[in-house]
């Protein structure tokens, strides 16, 4: 399994992202798949996922902002952030698996 994620970008306090992740060898479909974020210093924190049934669980700080997404006929995973704050800041990683075990190379998220 390879993930592949991409996206990130430098925005402005308020502004909008949509990050990608393309997995080869599985399925988005089949899969539950979830968001994670880390800041300097700081520990990993699960943002959101996405169950093989739909089901989506997001942390507090971003509900209401975040969205986890997904496009099955392209095999795509999404993170779309709207209203993004200076905490938000962080190097985003796609994760799946039995324990979301496997984890993408990340991409960086810096609001200003």
């Known amino acids: 399994v390879q993930l592949v994620e991409s996206g990130g970008g430098s925005v402005q306090t308020g502004g909008s992202l949509r990050l990608s992740c393309a997995p080869s060898g599985l399925s988005v479909s089949d899969s539950s798949m979830a968001w994670f974020r880390q800041s300097p210093g700081k520990e990993p924190e699960a943002v959101a996922a996405?169950?093989?049934?739909?089901?989506?669980a997001y942390t507090d700080s971003v509900k209401g902002r975040f969205t986890i997404p997904r496009d099955n006929a392209e095999n795509t995973l999404y993170l779309q952030m709207n209203s993004l704050k200076t905490e938000d800041t962080a190097v985003y990683y796609c994760?799946?698996?039995?324990?979301?075990?496997?984890w993408g190379q990340g991409t960086q998220v810096t609001v200003s």
């Open positions: 996405i169950r093989r049934d739909d089901l989506t």
């Open positions: 994760a799946t698996g039995w324990a979301f075990d496997y």
